[in-house]
């Protein structure tokens, strides 16, 4: 059975949705499209087309990410210099607390915590032992500058790239 451009361009706009609307993986999505009708050519081009509507679609989203996440900081650092000038204020002043009509602003002291002034001098029974972790850039430069790494080897994936 042939389809019509119309109805294979809307089975196509059917799964983007179903890709894109919700946050869940969608397992159903391949049999989705092996169901639409088309010539294996087509059938990926128009995969490829879903591919790159779908990683704009994760760009746009990154780039609002990070715009908020900026416009989060800026806030928050606003709010520290407020905060800080309040603190200033009352010390400044030598009051220990002010009652306002909606709000109490008072000085007290944070539970107690350490400040470390000479880590050598700490005893080793308060280190924390740390696991150590594999330099993967430099075990890749040598490598590459064919020296050996035991335990390691340099291996090459092929991977799909929509050009």
């Not at 042939?2 to 391949?30: C, M, N, V, W």
């Not at 704009?56 to 900026?70: G, I, P, S, W, Y």
Request: hydrophobic fraction near 35%; charged fraction near 35%.
């Amino acid at each position: 059975m042939a389809f019509k451009l119309y109805e294979l361009t809307h089975q196509y706009q059917e799964l983007l949705e179903l890709i894109t609307e919700s946050e869940q993986d969608h397992p159903g999505f391949r049999d989705t499209l092996e169901a639409i009708e088309d010539a294996i050519e087509i059938k990926l081009e128009n995969t490829a087309k879903l591919i790159k509507t779908i990683e704009a679609e994760a760009k746009a989203l990154k780039f609002e990410e990070d715009r908020l996440k900026k416009r989060r900081q800026a806030l928050e650092n606003n709010a520290g210099r407020l905060k800080d000038y309040a603190e200033q204020s009352l010390i400044a002043t030598g009051k220990e607390r002010i009652k306002g009509q909606t709000f109490t602003l008072r000085l007290q002291y944070n539970p107690p915590s350490v400040q470390v002034i000479d880590e050598k001098l700490i005893p080793a029974n308060y280190l924390v032992e740390q696991q150590p972790s594999i330099d993967k850039k430099g075990i890749l430069e040598d490598l590459k500058n064919e020296i050996a790494v035991e335990g390691a080897t340099l291996q090459r994936v092929r991977s799909l790239r929509i050009v």
